[in-house]
């Protein structure tokens, strides 16, 4: 069975940082793209972050160029989320999704980042 599970979300002000986890399970995690989105309420989810299966090349949505970073861990079967300069408008629940066009998608049950003082 297939499992992706998030962490590491919460609370912060703005202008702090959080890091996010996305832990793998039950799947070939190295043959996988990884990605992040996110949902404002009422809003559409919307996709900020994906990186490739060896990690070698990562993309970013404008909204969070520059501040966040998305990286990924093939022994750990980990992906992450390092978001730094954290805005009022980034409050989401955060999603990490897997995907392999042979293999299917995957989502986790997502994690809640709010940015308020």
């Known amino acids: 069975q297939v499992q992706l599970v998030e962490s590491g979300g919460g609370l912060v002000r703005p202008g702090g940082s959080l890091t996010l986890s996305c832990a793998a399970s039950g799947l070939s995690f190295s043959e996988y793209y990884m990605r992040w989105y996110r949902q404002a309420p009422g809003k559409e989810r919307e996709l900020i972050a994906d990186i490739t299966s060896t990690g070698g090349s990562t993309n970013y949505a404008d909204s969070v160029k520059g501040r966040f970073t998305m990286s990924r861990d093939n022994a750990k079967k980990a992906a992450y989320l390092q978001m730094n300069s954290l805005k009022p408008e980034d409050t989401a629940v955060y999603f990490c999704?897997?995907?392999?066009?042979?293999?299917?998608?995957?989502w986790g049950q997502g994690i809640q980042v709010t940015v308020s003082s």
């Open positions: 999704n897997a995907f392999a066009a042979s293999m299917g998608i995957y």
